[in-house]
């Protein structure tokens, strides 16, 4: 009889920590599901342009030459920009073209050093 007793006890127990469990569970699920998500996606800001709205740079030339309008050449990956003239000029494969050195700086490049 007291092996009994025990038995009973232990399912009761084990029985009340599952019910504990399950109900945990479910009312982090429930909350978790009542949070709001972003109403709209993020907006990013928009990049440096010039005060009269038009753009500060344009793509290279097929051929990889700067057009006649935008002589300054600028790499991406070095974050450094050309002037004609300049040592490295000829050979430099422009992600962009700037106007002036000024639009260059003012997207994030610096001068080349030669």
Partial sequence: MVS???TTLRRT???????????TALSWRNARAGTPGPSEPPQWPDLPGRADGGQTWVAADVDGSAPDTHPV??????GIFHVPGGRFYD?????????????????GYRRSKA
């Fill in 91 to 107: 050979r430099t494969r422009p992600d962009r073209c700037y106007a002036t050195t000024d639009d260059a700086e003012a997207d």
């Fill in 13 to 23: 127990l084990l029985l009340v920590m599952l019910a504990v469990g399950v109900g």
């Fill in 73 to 78: 050449k600028a790499r991406d990956f070095s």
């Fill in 4 to 6: 009994s007793i025990g």
